[in-house]
Structures are given as structure tokens and as C-alpha cells.
């Protein structure tokens, strides 16, 4: 969503900041007397010519600022019609990742930003997470939706966690989500002292879990978390998903080709060895001949 909405403002660019509250007519009004108060005292006195073409180059701006907000809804249009195509494709992308075992769990701890949030408990937790979607609201403009399928196991009693983050008519941001039914003391969202499978105990400096998201309402603007899933991981999971081996088989490739300078240093060192064998066998001939 804030790609698209960072599409929108580049197609917009606004001359003034419109005050809270007032409709393009009035903003227009506000912007027309601060250009005549401008024109009056506030910039170096001019000529009626040039007052004359600064007013027609503000109603050319005025034509380009309208067009660019009908370029907007446009967008927008576009945007909606073409995630009603890709809902088809989708859904048998879901299909197929379920035959999968552990295929999102993998994508999270392959992709950068995610594994940073992620412990050795949440790791686990996650390991039943069965499928993962993202619903864009009809409105695309008013938000979306993150839907957490899990399997039964001996964390929470939830089949499904959503969160969801929605824009209101103000372009106002908010959040809500599910709240999580945590088995009796398996709540991986409170500190504990329980030895992790290193063996060294939680302390309360440690960082918190990836389930505290669904509950963090704070700032529903500035979530990276929902951004990355919606906008970089949701569009193609099979690239994270794949990432680990990817990384090995590279890996794998710098290996042969160190092992392959190795020996071509090895073979250099054979040969020079070799020369200098020679000459010494030379040099013992030449003072034979010289004793003889």
C-alpha cells in the first residue's frame, strides 16, 4: 500500500501543503491570496508584464495539478482491476506452497528484516504456520489485511491470526488485529527465565517476540514489519523460500574456484622445483668436468 501511495503523491506533486480539513476549491482560494499578497509587498517589485505571466503560469499549474490527480484515480483503478486478476493466481500459489512442509517459516528466516525478529521460540511457534495471505481491501486506498493460518499446536488455540491496517478519509492511519488465545504458559510474548536450547536463560533484555507485533498498535504508519510481508515477501515468497540455497550452491562455487587456484599455485611451485633441480644437476656436471 505505501508503494502505491508513494506512487500517488510522486503523480501529485502539491505547490503548497493544503490546510486539514478544507476541499481543493478552498485550498485554491487560500493559494490565490497568498500569490496576490506575494505579488503585492512580499516579493521584489515587478512589472505588469511579468505579474501578468506569473498569474498564467499559476493557472497552468492549477490544469497540470488536476490532471495529475485524475492521473492518480486512474492509477488507482488500474491497481484495484489487476488484484482481482492476480486473486486466482494466488490462491493456487497457496495450494501448491501447502504441500510444502515448513515453506513460510523458511521464507521468514531467509529474508534479512524478518529473521532480526525472530528468537529460537518464535522460530518453533512458526514452524505450524501453514499459510500466509494478503487481502487488499476493496478500497485499496483504505488499507489491508495480513491472515496467519496455523496448524494446531502447543502454542495458541487461534487457527488463524490477522492483523489489519486501514487509511480513514483523513489519510489517517490505524491498526487492530486478533488477539492471540495463548495455552496456559506458552505466551511467548512474556519474559521468561526458561533456558533456550543453547542452555543460557532468558534475561529481560532480550528482545521481544515476533507475536508482540500483533498486539503493537502504536504507530500503524511507520510498520516495516506489515510493509515487508504485503510489499516484498507476499508479491514472490518463493525467492526467500529458495534463498539458503541459492547462498550454498554460491558458496559451493567459490570453494571450486579457490580449490582450483590452489592447485594451479601448487603446480607453479611443482615447476619452479623442478628448475631448480636442473640447474643444480648441471652445475655438478660442469665441476666434474672441471676435476676431470
Known amino acids: 500500500m505505501r508503494n502505491l501511495l508513494k506512487a500517488s503523491k510522486m503523480a501529485t506533486p502539491a505547490k503548497v501543503t493544503k490546510p486539514e480539513g478544507k476541499n481543493n476549491h478552498e485550498a485554491a482560494d487560500e493559494q490565490a491570496d497568498e500569490l496576490d499578497n506575494c505579488l503585492k509587498g512580499c516579493c521584489p517589485p515587478i512589472d505588469k ?9 499559476d493557472e497552468v499549474q492549477n490544469e497540470i495539478d488536476r490532471l495529475n490527480e485524475q492521473a492518480s484515480e486512474e492509477i488507482l483503478k488500474v491497481e484495484q482491476k489487476y488484484n482481482k486478476l492476480r486473486q ?23 529474508h534479512p528484516q524478518v529473521s532480526a525478529l525472530l528468537n529460537e521460540e518464535d522460530e518453533e511457534a512458526l514452524q505450524f504456520l501453514t499459510k500466509v495471505e494478503v487481502q487488499e481491501f476493496e478500497d485499496i486506498k483504505s488499507g489491508y489485511k495480513i491472515n496467519f493460518h496455523f496448524d494446531s499446536n502447543q502454542y495458541f488455540e487461534n487457527e488463524v491470526i490477522s492483523k489489519e491496517f486501514h487509511l480513514n478519509d483523513t489519510g489517517e ?18 519474559k521468561s527465565s526458561t533456558p533456550s536450547k543453547g542452555g543460557r536463560k532468558r534475561n529481560l533484555e532480550e528482545q521481544e517476540s515476533f507475536f508482540c507485533w500483533f498486539s503493537d498498535h502504536g504507530d500503524a504508519g511507520a510498520d516495516e514489519l506489515g510493509e515487508v510481508i504485503k510489499d516484498d515477501i507476499w508479491p514472490n515468497p518463493l525467492q526467500y523460500y529458495l534463498a539458503s540455497e541459492i547462498e550454498e550452491d554460491g558458496g559451493d562455487d567459490d570453494l571450486d574456484e579457490e580449490g582450483l587456484m590452489d592447485e594451479e599455485e601448487g603446480d607453479e611451485d611443482d615447476f619452479e622445483g623442478e628448475d631448480d633441480d ?14 676431470g
Open 49 to 57: 508584464e511579468q505579474q501578468e505571466a506569473i498569474e498564467q503560469i
Open 88 to 110: 486466482p493466481y494466488f490462491q493456487k500459489r497457496s495450494d501448491l506452497i501447502a504441500k510444502i512442509p515448513n515453506f513460510w517459516v523458511t521464507a521468514f528466516v531467509n
Open 278 to 291: 636442473g640447474e643444480d644437476d648441471e652445475g655438478g656436471e660442469d665441476e666434474g668436468e672441471d676435476e
Open 173 to 190: 492511519p490505524s491498526s487492530k488485529s486478533t488477539p492471540i488465545k495463548w495455552k496456559a504458559g506458552k505466551d511467548l510474548t512474556k
